[in-house]
């Protein structure tokens, strides 16, 4: 495969990558405003389960401290492509990257953990419907 279709392939994975962020993050805003506003989609259930399952995996991984399959899979092609990886999880890159924010990993952890809590709530605050 051409370098060309390897960085492609590379970038379509940070896009998605970045819409599961978007998507966990405006998620959880969109549930809390929506309960107040009364949008009844946010009470969606697959929805909600979708959205509950992601941020499960990122507590999970985060805790077990594996890297997201997207980020491997993302520096690999590019590394196979000769360009340039970046090292830490997609989140910490990225805000260094924008904010020229840096923290240690626990802090990470700490955030994912906190944010998952609040999507678990969220779940008996704002309850699903089937």
Known sequence: ??????????DLLLILHTLLVAFVIL????TFAGHFVGWQWVRHFWFRLSHLI????VVLQSWLGV??????????LRAK???AGY?????QHWLQSILYYSAPA?????????????????WFLVRPRR
């Open 54 to 57: 992601v941020i499960g995996i």
């Open 81 to 83: 492509a000769g360009e």
């Open 106 to 122: 626990w802090v990470f952890i700490l955030v994912y953990t906190v944010f998952g809590a609040l999507v678990l709530a969220s």
């Open 27 to 30: 998620g959880l805003v969109a």
């Open 1 to 10: 495969m051409g370098t060309q279709w390897l960085l492609v392939l590379a």
């Open 67 to 76: 890297l997201c399959p997207l980020t491997d899979w993302e520096m690999a």
């Open 87 to 91: 090292e830490g999880s997609f989140i």
